[in-house]
């Protein structure tokens, strides 16, 4: 199982990103797809999550309104679209798959993003 994230960088304050995570090695709409960060110092957390079906989704409360996860399983894609961005936002965004029917979950490796001007 292979989850690769693209689309990191730097960007300043009040920018937009687009992160996508593409996945290969497993049945992709099976499992429940989910952002998370890591700041410097603190540990993860979870940004957002979509169902299998797409059909819902959930944020931190620091993103809602600025952040939109959305997923592709004809393409084994999962996007986190992130606007308005802060300095706080400054982190390492993993992609992470969680099967739905079980306990098998994967990591992508990361992809930095940082928000400074």
């Known amino acids: 199982v292979r989850l690769v994230e693209s689309g990191g960088g730097l960007v300043q304050p009040g920018g937009s990103l687009k992160l996508s995570c593409a996945a290969s090695?497993?049945?992709?709409?099976?499992?429940?797809m989910s952002w998370y960060r890591q700041a410097p110092g603190k540990g993860r957390e979870l940004v957002a999550r979509i169902i299998s079906t797409g059909r819902s989704t959930n944020y931190t409360d620091s993103v809602k309104g600025r952040f939109t996860i959305s997923r592709n399983n004809a393409k084994n894609l999962v996007d986190l679209q992130m606007n308005s961005l802060k300095p706080e936002d400054t982190a390492v965004y993993f992609c992470?798959?969680?099967?739905?029917?079980?306990?098998?979950?994967?990591w992508g490796q990361g992809t930095q993003v940082t928000v400074s001007s």
């Open positions: 992470h798959a969680s099967f739905e029917r079980g306990s098998l979950n994967y």
């Open positions: 090695g497993l049945t992709f709409s099976l499992y429940s």
